[in-house]
């Protein structure tokens, strides 16, 4: 028997800080729960409000519109097809840039920048993706796109006129100013995961090829690149879903334009940008809805497109921890 | 006589020469890629800083735009917008993201905690403009603009950022520190609060003035739902607002050369603040970092 449990008053002081606790504890973790079903309320709430302002252009186009052609206020006839198309080619174009580059600089910081400089480039690199896509966009307008017009196009019509992408005069706007901008948002996003891909190799794996006399490309082509594949095509995945997104930027440098094409030069539009701008100026509840409905396509394609990323990302890195 | 010779030379084989050369090569390349990048960074940069620089004075700091017609006049209103904007979707984001934070290290079981992290992951990947068109439509249709369904929108954008941040800080905190509190008879609650907290208050501070930079360049989420005109400062939030990044989109739409000058002005204050808050902010992780694992 101990003396301090024996007083009953120490025992009364004990059972309320013990109820005390016990409340905190209840109180801490249902709030926190609370905070964390937001989250998931949240998205889907988001969900849900997009499809339910979309409604009355779903009601009235249904599935028909991903696949028709124009945007007429006039007549309220309304598709998506221009912009998907949009779309689809200035992210992929971007993409198609990105990737090699991305990797590139990937395997600089990770294998080969000494190591005084190696912090400071990839902090530079990720100060690339801090900048606000309106600046970008300005710079994209009145800067970069002035210089392509000037210099780059027509070099690319002179002499590479007979392929289809560079087959019209050149413009101070359109796709291939919104590709490159584009360009610059993915790279930095994507560059950052394959660095930290390359970094987390194994060191005996990159050794023993160095030991059996590989050279340096040698050793990323055979032992780094293939342990890191799908890591890198998440990374990938996830650029895409941010060049598809971009809505700002986009619209301040691709001019409007309409149609389906495959030349570089001129104008076009992507789901996006559509949004950004004649959401404001709509003239018509239909044509509200219409670019709601874009918005709800925007969507699905990004829930795709960032859960498979993830899941890719998840898995590989659960089967390396398991397998090491 | 000639053909041993051949065998035991030291000069290298035609195959290793091309090796070599490929090696270097794809080093090059390598070594081009990241130098082009910051190489655009440093582009961009100074063609902000050069085109910006001309137009910045003390009228552009304190008043607003001038009327139609008239020369001059300043972004004050922007300026303003921005701040109460910002500030409140700090204050919105910061306490949930840390308590969604403090759930998914502390108390979920690994598949809640691995589902919480998907979901805060798809959030932060959903395109901007499609939470412009969210909180328009929830917020704004049928009572109008207002700074603080802006500040909403923007919340929304900062609530993955603070969350996962402050989720990888608050996983960084040593596990015998959380053992050491609950050894002495302290309560989870208590060890949360008072150790692992404010053990981790500098990266969730650092954290949060990265999400802060984030925000306060985003435009697409506020295009529709706070003003894109308001010319008159205000400090309160039931109003609408103009603020920087909207401004900037507003005035590089103008045929005048005049309101590209002020555009750049705008993009050289709002690239300076997100520069210098994100530099400070990943030097005080890496420090914050490397003295919770040592």
């Known amino acids: 028997m101990n003396a301090v449990t024996s007083t009953p008053a120490a025992a009364a002081v004990r059972s309320r800080r013990r109820l005390g606790d016990r409340f905190g504890d209840l109180a801490l973790h249902g709030l926190t729960a609370a905070a964390t079903l937001a989250a998931f309320a949240l998205l889907g709430g988001i969900a849900w409000k997009i499809f339910d302002l979309a409604h009355p252009a779903i009601s009235r186009f249904g599935l028909g519109f991903v696949t028709h052609q124009g945007w007429d206020a006039i007549h309220n006839k309304f598709g998506a097809l221009d912009l998907i198309w949009g779309t689809a080619l200035t992210s992929f174009l971007a993409l198609l840039i990105a990737a090699p580059v991305s990797i590139a600089i990937g395997l600089y910081l990770s294998e080969l920048a000494p190591r005084g400089i190696r912090l400071v480039i990839a902090t530079l690199v990720e100060l690339l993706a801090a900048i606000p896509s309106v600046v970008l966009g300005l710079w994209g307008i009145l800067v970069l796109g002035p210089f392509v017009g000037k210099h780059v196009e027509p070099w690319l019509h002179a002499h590479l006129g007979f392929i289809p992408l560079f087959d019209s005069s050149a413009e101070n706007s359109g796709i291939l100013i919104a590709v490159l901008v584009l360009t610059i948002m993915v790279v930095p996003i994507c560059s950052s995961i394959c660095r930290e891909l390359f970094t987390n190799v194994p060191t005996e794996l990159e050794e023993g090829a160095l030991a059996l006399g590989a050279t340096r490309w040698e050793m990323v082509r055979g032992v780094v690149l293939p342990y890191t594949r799908t890591g890198v095509s998440a990374a990938l995945i996830l650029g895409l879903g941010r060049a598809v997104g971009e809505a700002i930027a986009v619209t301040m440098v691709i001019g409007a334009g309409y149609g389906i094409h495959w030349s570089l030069f001129r104008t076009g539009d992507t789901l996006a940008s559509k949004i950004a701008a004649q959401y404001q100026g709509a003239a018509s509840n239909i044509q509200l809805a219409s670019l709601v409905y874009l918005a709800a396509i925007l969507l699905v394609i990004s829930l795709l497109v960032n859960i498979a990323a993830q899941v890719i990302v998840r898995r590989f890195s659960h089967q390396r921890l398991a397998g090491s | ?294």
């Open chain 2, 1 to 294: 006589m000639a053909a041993d010779a051949g065998r035991y030379t030291l000069t290298l084989s035609r195959r290793t020469k091309r090796r070599k050369a490929v090696n270097l090569l794809m080093q090059g390349i390598a070594t081009l890629a990241a130098l082009s990048a910051v190489a655009v960074l440093a582009l961009v940069i100074a063609s902000v800083a050069e085109r910006g620089a001309g137009a910045l004075s003390w009228d552009f700091f304190t008043k607003t735009a001038a009327t139609f017609g008239e020369s001059g006049g300043g972004v004050a209103n922007a300026l303003v917008g921005s701040l109460v904007l910002v500030a409140l979707a700090t204050a919105m984001a910061l306490p949930v993201g840390v308590l969604i934070a403090i759930y998914v290290s502390e108390f979920a079981k690994p598949r809640i905690a691995d589902a919480s992290k998907l979901v805060l992951d798809v959030l932060n990947g959903l395109p901007s403009i499609i939470i412009g068109v969210f909180v328009y439509g929830l917020l704004v249709v049928g009572s109008g603009q207002a700074a603080w369904k802006g500040s909403f929108a923007l919340a929304i954008i900062m609530l993955p950022l603070v969350a996962r941040s402050t989720q990888e800080v608050l996983a960084l905190v040593p596990a015998t520190l959380r053992e050491g509190a609950l050894a002495l008879g302290a309560s989870r609650w208590r060890t949360v609060l008072g150790v692992v907290l404010p053990t981790s208050l500098g990266g969730i501070l650092t954290g949060t003035v990265l999400a802060v930079a984030r925000a306060a360049g985003e435009t697409a989420p506020l295009l529709f739902v706070t003003s894109i005109a308001a010319n008159t400062v205000t400090w309160d939030p039931r109003q609408p607002v103009l603020s920087i990044p909207v401004d900037i989109f507003a005035l590089s739409e103008s045929p005048d050369p005049a309101d590209h000058a002020r555009a750049w002005a705008l993009a050289l204050v709002l690239i300076s603040f997100i520069l210098v808050a994100s530099l400070t902010a990943r030097a005080a992780l890496v420090r914050y970092r490397s003295r919770l694992e040592r």
